[in-house]
């Protein structure tokens, strides 16, 4: 006899099931792992994020009637989780896009891996490989920190996290023209922010 598949959400959340319609689960699904993910890296403490995750849709099942007809409500959704997010930091007197947390530097890790990969090796050849690391991860940190807010979004959600472009744009509530332009445009100022060439930098978005 095989047990019952774990659900994601928690307890907060699960209590609502019996009373909510499956489109409203179908959309707690698609937003579930990204946000929190996201919580995660920014707050550094996955009980944290999933305590977020769960009261910001608690939120959302109680304003259903009104976020299904928005013109937008991913957008909305991730607008106001990613605000939450940034009342939790505040609160503990950080601020969004800290370097504080292991996962947040695994995460630009992952995000800038593709951006690097095409010229590490002339870095290297030109400073030497100890403080060509070196470089490279503090070009990293002020080029992250200092992206817009939507470009930070995209690489995280699209690099990062693994998301495809499709969902990316879904969770974010923009076009995937939008997203490709966005990661195109942060993979350039990354560049430029270490000091490499933009145009090295094609765009490599294939699914």
């Known amino acids: 006899m095989t047990s019952p598949a774990p659900d994601p959400a928690g307890p ?10 499956p489109e409203f689960w179908a959309f707690q699904a698609r937003y579930d792992r990204a946000c929190l993910e996201y919580g995660r890296i920014h707050l550094g403490n996955a009980t944290a994020a999933r305590r977020l995750v769960d009261t910001t849709f608690v939120y959302l099942a109680t304003i259903w009637g009104r976020l299904e007809v928005m ?6 959704a991730w607008a106001l989780f990613k605000q939450r997010v940034h009342g939790e930091l505040a ?14 530097a695994r995460a630009i890790s992952a995000a800038s891996a593709p951006l690097l990969g095409a010229f590490r090796s002339t870095f290297h050849a030109e400073y030497g490989k100890e403080i060509a690391e070196l470089e490279e ?10 992206l817009s807010e ?15 472009t ?6 974010m509530g923009i076009s995937e023209a939008t997203v490709r332009s966005t990661r195109r445009t942060a993979k350039h100022r990354l560049a430029a922010a270490m000091g490499y060439r933009s145009d090295a ?5 294939k699914e």
């Not at 939507?150 to 495809?164: E, I, K, N, P, Y």
């Open 12 to 21: 907060a959340i699960r209590s609502h099931r019996s009373v909510m319609p």
């Open 166 to 171: 499709r969902d990316t744009a879904l969770i």
């Open 137 to 146: 991860g503090m070009g990293l940190y002020r080029g992250m920190t200092r």
């Open 201 to 205: 930098t094609a765009d490599d978005d």
């Open 71 to 76: 013109d937008n409500p991913g957008g909305y």
């Open 150 to 164: 939507r470009q930070f979004d995209v690489l995280v959600l699209r690099d990062a996290l693994g998301f495809d």
């Open 91 to 104: 609160a503990q007197g950080r601020s969004p896009a800290t370097t504080e947390t292991l996962a947040f």
